[in-house]
């Protein structure tokens, strides 16, 4: 069973920066396409961005510009450059496979308020 583990999150001001770190306990050539997905209060979780093996990237809109996923696979994880942020990027974040999820993890917690 693979588990990640998300963490990097806090408490910080608007336009402020932040780096999510999403360690995995395998090669993540061996998982596949990864995501970063947020779920804000009352909402549903979404996708944020996703990095294929390839080293393709997508974001969605909403966050085009100011994150940026990437992977290091020397350490199996992937990141999630944060910058610009706003209080609406304030949510729990995980990381997961995509397609074909693990279980999910605990995520890490981004607040983001003056």
């Known amino acids: 069973q693979v588990q990640f583990v998300e963490s990097g999150g806090g408490l910080v001001q608007p336009g402020g920066s932040l780096r999510l770190s999403c360690a995995a306990p395998v090669s993540i050539s061996r998982i596949g396409t990864m995501a970063w997905y947020r779920q804000a209060p009352g909402k549903q979780r979404e996708l944020v961005a996703r990095?294929?093996?390839?080293?393709?990237?997508y974001h969605v809109d909403s966050v085009k510009g100011r994150f940026a996923i990437s992977t290091d696979n020397a350490k199996n994880t992937v990141y999630l450059q944060m910058n610009s942020l706003k209080p609406e990027d304030t949510a729990v974040y995980y990381c997961?496979?995509?397609?074909?999820?693990?279980?999910w993890g605990q995520g890490t917690q981004v607040t983001i308020s003056s």
């Open positions: 990095i294929y093996l390839s080293g393709v990237k």
């Open positions: 997961n496979r995509v397609g074909a999820p693990y279980s």
